[in-house]
């Protein structure tokens, strides 16, 4: 993956773990199972350490 894909799939990752953790904190009312919203935290960490400056 180019830094500039990265950087695009960083972003919306970022948006959706937000989404989700207002829809789960505030709301009480998740979307997705706790395994799904890991696996987004883990691709994002996973970017995060490929791209630092991201």
């Given at each position: 993956?180019?830094k500039?894909?990265?950087?695009?799939?960083?972003?919306?990752?970022?948006?959706?773990i937000d989404y989700?953790?207002?829809?789960?904190?505030?709301?009480?009312?998740p979307e997705?199972?706790?395994?799904?919203?890991?696996t987004?935290?883990?691709?994002?960490e996973?970017?995060?350490?490929?791209f630092?400056?991201?």
């Amino acid at each position: 993956m180019d830094k500039e894909s990265a950087r695009v799939r960083v972003e919306k990752l970022r948006k959706l773990i937000d989404y989700h953790r207002t829809l789960y904190h505030t709301f009480d009312a998740p979307e997705i199972d706790d395994a799904a919203f890991d696996t987004l935290k883990n691709e994002l960490e996973e970017l995060e350490n490929q791209f630092p400056e991201l």
